[in-house]
């Protein structure tokens, strides 16, 4: 039986004392402490772990100020800053407390366009901010690949650049202005002054002129030893920026730079003022393809010089793991192959102008030069002028970074030297050199990156889980360092020190080193602010943190490898954290994107499943073995275990809370660029859960929908009528805790079909069948939602079928599985499956082609009984109509029915199936009709979840995410949607039902 689980992961008495000490102030954030919200932030893109003892997310500057005051009296209370929790080295890592500022303090102030500037709170996400300023002719320069969850207050304390840094330059070169708090709750105003200002401000006797008095002494005192070791990058030193805290003659002094690049080690940023860029008019993109990677590297210092915005590159590893990705299909007629030759290495070469005739010429002049490149490795070119194109283009540079996880064999691609900077003239020579040392380790490694600027990213692949492998890490990183030194680069060129906050003392030299502590000293005197990164206070004797500290792989080998093996859409998170992406339109992951709370992502919930997998093995629980429990514990068992309140602290009561939050939509499974199969790993836990505690009542009705429905199915109007009365409404919402029960279909399937002969089934009679007859034939495979729910629309279907020329087949309703599967009812589900299996592989033998509308039900055919069943699911195919459709030829409608209509795909269907919507359309355009795809996200339905009382509240605010307003600019008869799901959440909300697409073909089609 499923055991109890304590974490016994209590929290330090000091730091109970402050959070109930800042809970009795006016503090008006929230301040988490459960174990899982703890697991939540103890990891971020990196390859370190680290549990605080507790999470705070403040709702204001205030907040952040009452934070520092309340801490005044507890001079061991440690904090760190957290935004997006993207950094690949563990900077916002600590095992004191987490402040995040991207739940609350996340709103874009203020933007004035006339001058160029913007307001932004520290939780703003990059992608956020340029949604704002688009409209306007503006964006926020630095291009981030995680742009789209990366927070300002992130950018700033890593001094982030990205994509185009040649031109745009670093997050520091855009920072007008800087508000933030001290550890002691001081608050800070920072923007240039003039240094003779700067000097009388040091007289003062306040916390911001002891500092500036510091600042000047390092800055003006040290200024030649500063320019001296600093190398002439345009990724210049920072962490602390020494050089640019002066300008260049010495008239100005800038407090805000030597913050950004901090890391969170001085203070907590509040707010800040940056500059923003005018969009260019006009863009290209030139993809060069190169017969290797070498050739790639040597050949774009050439570009550079040729005035590219920016030159970006990837090597054949990369670009073939996202040739297996989802969001290939998006570019792959833009990145062509070329025949009979292998593309190796792809640098992708921007230009930007307000003058078409400029870029014109640009790229007249980079084609000749390509053109007669073949001897320096150029096998193919391609450019587009499409902004949108060249949009898709960097979605897929982007995604690579995560999908480098997605490479076969337990040897992961990991970040820890991966954003060395070396002078661009020297870095072919240095990445071959770097290339070697991996090679000379016997290691595989993806590279992609920013040679314009000398960056590149390498990952060298290693399985942590394994104490030899991990031992390579510190070794590795001594040897780049030393690499670096050599081709006069530095360690951290874009990614921050973090972790390799060891290596600080090498690259700043003893001297300048010793400020930095001075600096230090004066902000956090008593190194509260991020301890051990960057440096520690003059006077301190706590220590820096090393690349050899604690890391994830030390808690994931304390799980057997063959529960890891089983569990690996699980274990595969690697912290890229796409399912954080702010963008209401991006089906992933609606549960985080209404509450915020990053339990309640992929990347949350497979972190709590890891977790519980590893308390499990602690207490030697064969996990594989409990799944499979053929005697599980008595009725009695599980109603005392329920009530016990002895083991209310079982861990297994968070991991279900995360659980339950999930809509199973199941977009992780291909928009995760490691397939975090969220919906999986759903069902297997709640398997095993119920073993121990009782199910409620409304999991045995869902996963008893597919045999109650036909039978209600029977008597709909007596059905129906109850279900309209307020009493019984009531009823199910309080014992039951369901909500807009959705009423049986009438007349009925069977009625509306009124005993048609060509839709009867008869197995023995179609095997009688010549070919040439079952040629005609085609099977309609029934759900439960469409069938009985939404009767009409598979009355459309037969008429549809029938207008095109064939004959259509009703198969009898058989259960599909999918409801017992959601709620975890796993050993039924392969029961279902198989049944439904052996009927439909029957068929298959016939050839005849087999239908289904919802896309939930019929893409369960081929994911979830492909897991369950093996190759005993056999070979059937069930078609979405989209795809048979696809197939015929399609008559032209008559030109008095036609309108411009607008597709609201199904979530589940938009992500497996990523060209589904463009096939509608195509469809539609084949018959002359007018057909728009929406872009939205996840409506809040999600098959049973909007009907939960307990998750009313969600499934309302993820459909006015997007869907709302979308379905607000069209006219009701304009709108058909592929799911019933999303036809029966507009129905809830807009008191209108939108058809199926299929149904507006067969009133269309004569």
């Not at 204001?60 to 005044?72: P, R, V, Y």
């Not at 320069?141 to 890593?158: E, F, K, Q």
């Not at 792809?346 to 073949?374: H, P, T």
Request: glycine share 6%.
């Amino acid at each position: 039986m499923l055991p109890a689980l304590d974490t016994q992961a209590l929290i330090e008495n000091h730091y109970q004392d402050f959070l109930s000490d800042l809970t009795k102030s006016k503090f008006s954030g929230d301040i988490e402490y459960s174990y899982g919200s703890r697991l939540a932030v103890s990891t971020d893109n990196s390859i370190y772990q680290q549990l605080p003892q507790a999470v705070v997310f403040p709702k204001s500057l205030d907040d952040l100020s009452l934070i520092g005051q309340t801490a005044n009296t507890y001079q061991t209370v440690k904090f760190s800053a957290r935004g997006g929790g993207t950094g690949t080295n563990g900077q916002s890592l600590t095992s004191g407390i987490i402040v995040d500022v991207s739940r609350y303090m996340n709103q874009v102030l203020e933007v004035n366009a006339e001058q160029g500037w913007a307001r932004v709170q520290a939780g703003v996400v990059k992608d956020q901010l340029n949604e704002v300023l688009k409209p306007l002719g503006f964006f926020f320069a630095p291009d981030l690949s995680t742009s789209n969850r990366a927070t300002v207050g992130g950018m700033i304390s890593t001094d982030a650049s990205g994509q185009g840094s040649l031109v745009y330059g670093k997050t520091s070169d855009h920072i007008l202005a800087l508000t933030s708090v001290m550890a002691d709750g001081t608050i800070l105003n920072t923007a240039p002054m003039a240094i003779d200002d700067a000097k009388v401000l040091s007289q003062e006797h306040t916390p911001m002129a002891k500092v500036t008095q510091q600042l000047l002494d390092t800055c003006l005192g040290k200024r030649q030893q500063i320019i001296d070791k600093f190398p002439r990058l345009n990724r210049f030193l920072t962490g602390y920026d020494l050089e640019n805290t002066l300008n260049e003659d010495l008239s100005v002094f800038d407090m805000s730079r030597v913050i950004t690049g901090s890391e969170g080690s001085l203070v907590f940023v509040a707010e800040a003022k940056v500059n923003i860029t005018p969009i260019a008019k006009f863009k290209a993109l030139v993809n060069v393809k190169y017969d290797s990677f070498e050739s790639a590297l040597r050949h774009a210092p050439s570009m550079v010089a040729a005035n590219a915005t920016s030159v970006e590159t990837v090597d054949s590893n990369v670009l073939n793991m996202a040739k297996q990705d989802i969001i290939w299909h998006s570019v792959d007629s833009l990145i062509t192959e070329v025949e009979g030759k292998t593309v190796l290495g792809l640098n992708m070469v921007e230009y930007n102008s307000n003058d078409q005739a400029d870029i014109e010429q640009k790229i007249a002049i980079l084609s000749a030069n390509l053109d007669s490149a073949e001897n320096l490795g150029v096998i193919g070119y391609q450019i587009t002028y499409d902004k949108a194109d060249i949009q898709k283009i960097y979605a897929m540079r982007k995604k690579s970074v995560g999908l480098l996880g997605k490479i076969k064999g337990s040897k992961k691609p990991i970040a820890f030297v991966e954003d060395t900077a070396v002078p661009p003239e020297n870095l072919a020579d240095f990445i071959m050199e770097f290339r070697a040392l991996l090679d000379g380790k016997g290691l595989k490694y993806g590279m992609f990156g920013h040679v314009d600027a000398g960056v590149l990213h390498v990952r060298p692949a290693l399985d942590l889980c394994e104490p030899e492998q991990e031992a390579m890490v510190p070794e590795i990183s001594d040897q780049v360092v030393a690499l670096v030194a050599k081709y006069g680069g530095l360690m951290w060129g874009e990614h921050g020190k973090g972790y390799r906050s060891e290596y600080g003392p090498q690259f700043f030299g003893e001297e300048l080193f010793t400020e930095l502590r001075k600096i230090k000293s004066v902000f956090d005197p008593l190194n509260k602010m991020n301890p051990g990164k960057i440096c520690t206070p003059l006077d301190s004797t706590e220590s820096l943190v090393k690349v050899s500290d604690q890391k994830r792989g030390e808690f994931d080998r304390q799980i057997p490898i063959e529960v890891r093996s089983s569990f690996k859409p699980t274990m595969s998170c690697n912290g890229n954290g796409l399912c954080f992406n702010y963008d209401t339109t991006s089906p992933m992951c609606p549960s985080f994107k209404i509450t915020g709370d990053r339990r309640h992502s992929p990347k949350g919930r497979a972190s709590m499943v890891r977790e519980w997998l590893r308390l499990l093995s602690k207490q030697n629980i064969d996990v594989n073995a409990l799944e499979h429990n053929e005697d599980p514990p008595s009725w009695f068992e599980r109603f005392r275990n329920s009530t016990d309140k002895r083991v209310a602290d079982d861990f297994s009561h968070e991991v279900l809370e995360v659980m339950e939050g999930c809509l199973a939509c199941k977009a992780c499974t291909s928009q995760c660029p490691v397939s975090v199969d969220v919906p999986g790993f759903k069902s297997r836990f709640l398997s095993m859960y119920y073993q121990r505690y009782m199910r409620p009542a409304k999991d045995h009705l869902v996963g008893n929908i597919e045999t109650m429905v036909p039978l209600m199915a029977r008597v709909p109007g007596f059905i129906n009528f109850f279900l309209r009365q307020n009493w019984v409404k009531q009823t199910i919402r309080k014992t039951v805790g369901y909500l807009d029960t959705p009423i049986l279909s009438q007349p009925t399937l069977s009625e509306r079909l009124n005993g048609d002969l060509t839709t009867q089934f008869n197995l023995e009679a179609l095997q009688k069948l010549d070919p040439s007859q079952l040629a005609k034939k085609v099977c309609i495979v029934q759900d439960p939602f469409t069938s009985f729910y939404d009767a009409s629309v598979i009355e459309s279907l037969v008429s549809l079928i029938t207008k095109l020329g064939y004959e259509p087949v009703l198969l009898p309703f058989m259960p599909n599985g999918k409801p017992q599967h959601v709620k975890g009812f796993l050993t039924q589900f392969a029961k279902t499956a198989k049944t439904a299996a052996d009927l439909l592989n029957q068929l298959d033998e016939l050839d005849l082609p087999m239908i289904g509308v919802d896309p939930s039900m019929v893409l369960c055919y081929r994911d979830e009984y492909t897991k369950t069943l093996g190759a005993a699911r056999g070979e059937f195919k069930v078609q979405l109509v989209h795809e048979w459709l696809l197939q015929l030829e399609l008559p032209k409608v008559n030109a008095n029915t036609r309108q411009n209509y607008a597709l609201f795909g199904h979530c589940s269907e938009k992500t497996a199936l990523p060209a589904s919507e463009q096939q509608w359309q195509q469809i539609f355009e084949k018959t002359g009709l007018s057909l728009t795809a929406v872009s939205v996200g996840c409506c809040g339905m999600a098959g049973t979840f909007g009907h939960e009382a307990s998750h009313i509240e969600e499934s309302t605010g993820i459909y006015q995410l997007s869907w709302q307003q979308a379905v607000s600019q069209y006219q009701p008869e304009q709108i058909v949607a592929t799911g019933y799901s999303c036809r029966s959440q507009v129905a809830r909300f807009e008191k209108f039902k939108p058809k199926h697409p299929l149904q507006i073909l067969a009133m269309s089609l004569s």
